[in-house]
Structure formats: structure tokens, C-alpha cells
């Protein structure tokens, strides 16, 4: 019982020295309306919100934030370009862009990207999939060191035209290959 009397005692203590602010001690940007502050302020107002507040786990930062993951290059085989990039991308985001042989419709396009991607996932191979033209796609990894076994998975795609990756072309196995349809579509 006597805990409670004395949170209760801490807990008015506190209450009575948290003030609110009179106007005079405001900053002039303080005193405006919330409807009239301007781009500075509002980064202001945030600023003064945020500093109160613990920093973020390293795990939880934007990656853009986030210290890149050590890499030992004296373990890494300089002789092949390859290996080196894929442990430099290891935990950062990056795009690959697919292309599907013969210019296909956007809808055929869709499908076998789909299926690949599926494939991809079910290779525990995480990536997101978008089409930029009726038969182009990105293939973006969150961890980039994926996007090399990924590559090697692509080209072995009979429907695949070329694979771009960290400014390199991979031409397919079959680049002119005749798309097959798996069901007609208008």
C-alpha cells in the first residue's frame, strides 16, 4: 500500500512541474497556426518531437541508413569480378531487369514472369516483380547477393531474352525462341 501512496505522491510531483509553455517563451514559428506553418516549420515541429525519442535498432533503420555488412576481400577470389560484387550487394536492395524473347503481349509477359518469380520463391530467392514494358520486367532483391543465383536461374529459361545486371547484359539460352502460350489471350 505504501508503494501506491508513493507513486501517487511521484506522480503529482511530476504532473505540477509539467508545464505547458506560456506564448512570450515560443519561438515566432510556434506561435503560428498549424495551418500556416510552412515546409521548415513542420520540420522543425518534428525534429522537436523526434528528440525525445530512442534511436532506432539497427535491423529496424532505413537501409539507406543501415552500415553496410563487412566484407573480408581477403577471402574473396578478386579473379572473378562476379563473386566480389555479389558479396558487396549482400543485404542491400538491387534491380535486375528481364527481358522475354519475341515481344510478347503484356499479359503473356505477366505469366511467365509470374512463373518465374514463383520459382524464384519457391527457391527461397525473395524478389518483387514489375513490369515496365509489354516485355520487359524489374526484378528487385532485397538481399542483392540473391540476384547472382537468380541470373543463373533466368538464363537457363528457354523464353528468356537477356538478363541486365550491375550494367551487364546475360543473353538467354534461347533468345529467338517462339513464345508458347499457355492459354490465348486477347
Known sequence: MAKIVFLLVLLCISASFAKKKKDEEKPDWAKKDIRDFSDADMERLFDQWEEDEEPLPED???EHLRKPPSVDFTKLDMSNPESVLQATKKGQTLMMFVSVAN??????TEEITKIWQ?????NHIQVERYLVD????IFMFKDGAQAWTAKEFLLEQEELKEVQLESQTYPGKKPDIKNKSLRDEL
Open 60 to 62: 529496424e533503420l532505413p
Open 134 to 137: 509489354d516485355d520487359r520486367a
Open 118 to 122: 514463383t520459382s524464384l520463391w519457391s
Open 103 to 108: 515481344k510478347p503481349s503484356r499479359a503473356r
